[in-house]
């Protein structure tokens, strides 16, 4: 640039002195803008003016500078860092509603378990209250089977103890018609009237089972409704007959009899 610069002011030195002795100085002197020279333009000189290793500016604009390789990088890293921050909330959100499902199928398994038990639950009770009803019935039964039979054994020995009693009650009314027969009573509570041409006397069925030591005339007697308070003719009871009767126990079973 500076051996350029020093041509061009020699062909202006040399053009302004062949010019010195014609016309007016200051009109026809020729000024050269140093400036200009100094800095040829990029159309004029082209490519071929410029030097190794300096760009021009559409090529500065084209490549770009350290900052914007710094700003660009850094947002690349931003971009990327919301790139991981989105992934990993996403991933975060997706855990989450996993997580909530999982929860919700608990729940739901959790409920139907509940619901299971409970219906369970429920059966058992109401085959235990069918148990029970049934058990109450059958006892109701055996209690109702225990009273009827019960009744009808009860029945059963009534009319075998009636039997019995009257069996009883006929064996004692032929013994004692018998006795009374062989005494010559018609009646247990007859009085039976001895005549004689001295004296008459007078007694009574008891004083004559009394008389035979007949212990078993005696209760049959009073079995049936002889009085024994009666006296004979002697003024004797047939308790008071059977005790001056008495001679070596004797007649105990017929006292015993009279004392029942």
């Known amino acids: 640039m500076g051996a350029e610069t020093s041509t061009m002011q020699n062909v202006a030195a040399t053009t302004c002195q062949g010019c010195k002795n014609l016309g007016d100085k200051n009109v026809d002197t020729v000024k050269v803008d140093m400036s200009t020279l100094s800095k040829p333009s990029n159309a004029a000189s082209g490519k071929e003016n410029s030097s190794p290793g300096q760009m021009t500016e559409s090529q500065a604009e084209k490549s770009p500078s350290a900052e914007q390789k710094r700003l660009k990088q ?108 062989k005494t010559g009573f018609s009646g247990v509570g007859e009085k039976k009237v001895k005549k004689s041409l001295m004296s008459s006397s007078f007694s009574y069925p008891l004083h004559a089972a009394v008389e035979q030591k007949d212990a078993e005339a005696v209760s049959l007697l009073l079995w049936a409704g002889a009085d024994p308070k009666l006296p004979n003719s002697k003024k004797l009871t047939p308790l008071k007959l059977a005790e001056a009767k008495n001679k070596q126990g004797s007649h105990d079973k017929v006292i015993a009899a009279l004392a029942a």
């Open 74 to 181: 850094a947002e690349e890293q931003e971009a990327a860092r919301r790139r991981a921050e989105e992934e990993a909330a996403e991933r975060q959100r997706l855990r989450v509603l996993e997580m909530h499902k999982q929860l919700e199928q608990e729940n739901e398994m959790r409920k139907r378990q509940e619901e299971q038990e409970r219906q369970d639950r429920i059966q058992k009770e109401q085959i235990a209250e069918q148990e029970r009803l049934q058990a109450e019935e059958e006892q109701e039964h055996l209690r109702q089977v225990q009273k009827e039979e019960g009744l009808r054994l009860l029945k059963q020995q009534q009319v075998a103890l009636k039997q019995k009693e009257e069996a009883e009650a006929r064996r004692k009314n032929e013994s004692l018609s018998a006795f009374l027969g």
